[in-house]
């Protein structure tokens, strides 16, 4: 079945550390992105990309950073630079621009 | 901007009880209006959809029409089960020059008890 995969599902990370989350589609979806979910703040766009080796910035992308080197891949990485990285995180795809976003099942990171 | 307003929870509800959950939005141009769910500790489904005003989306009982003279998309559902408890998500998508991204709401909490 087609789909999207986040791993880990739980992360922990000591303060200062940088962290990358993966995300891998077999959709065959050009667009990917990336979403941060805090409580009582719905959803915040973070990066998205459009197609390979190609990607911008979202509402909240100071301390985060991608790549997309293949189509199927979108890796975020949190750096030590994010204030307050511990939330939980997802990754979406879409096949065009009225398509509907699928989501993977999140990464949830703690940092300490 | 784009925006979505979506009334706050949570709401709870009887098994049984009919539901609405109230979303309403700014945009420009014309767009394209979802409704996601969230179970606990799950990433978002899309629930239904609709492109264009008028349009009625509809799956698994609930239902929204796209008003564009009231711009809403108001979620309704007429009986409700414990399984519907979830986050309700309403979100807009322009496709406009800024980037084809989605634009959601806060979230509504729904708590559904026997």
């Known amino acids: 079945d087609g789909g999207i995969t986040q791993s880990p599902k739980y992360l922990f990370r000591k303060e200062g550390q940088n962290v990358t989350l993966s995300c891998e589609q077999n959709l065959n979806h050009d667009a990917m992105y990336w979403y941060r979910q805090d409580p009582g703040q719905g959803l915040r766009l973070i990066y998205y990309s459009q197609i390979v080796n190609d990607f911008q910035k979202g509402d909240i992308a100071e301390g985060y950073s991608v790549s997309r080197e293949k189509k199927e891949s979108f890796p975020l990485t949190v750096t030590s630079a994010q204030k307050n990285p511990t939330a939980f995180y997802l990754c979406?795809?879409?096949?065009?621009?009225?398509?509907?976003?699928?989501f993977g099942n999140g990464t949830r990171l703690t940092v300490t | 901007g784009d925006s979505v307003t979506q009334m706050e929870g949570p709401v709870t509800l009887s098994e049984e009880a009919f539901l609405t959950i109230n979303c309403t939005y700014t945009a420009t141009g014309y767009p394209s209006l979802f409704w996601y769910v969230q179970y606990p500790g799950e990433g978002l489904q899309l629930l239904l959809k609709?492109?264009?005003?008028?349009d009625k989306g509809s799956n698994k009982g609930f239902e929204a029409t796209y008003r564009k003279e009231t711009t809403s998309f108001h979620l309704e559902k007429g009986s409700v089960q414990v399984s519907d408890s979830a986050v309700y998500f309403c979100a807009l998508s322009t496709g406009t020059g800024g980037g084809n991204k989605l634009t959601f709401g806060t979230g509504t909490q729904l708590k559904v008890e026997l």
């Open positions: 979406a795809s879409r096949d065009t621009v009225d398509s509907p976003l699928h």
């Open positions: 609709a492109t264009k005003a008028d």
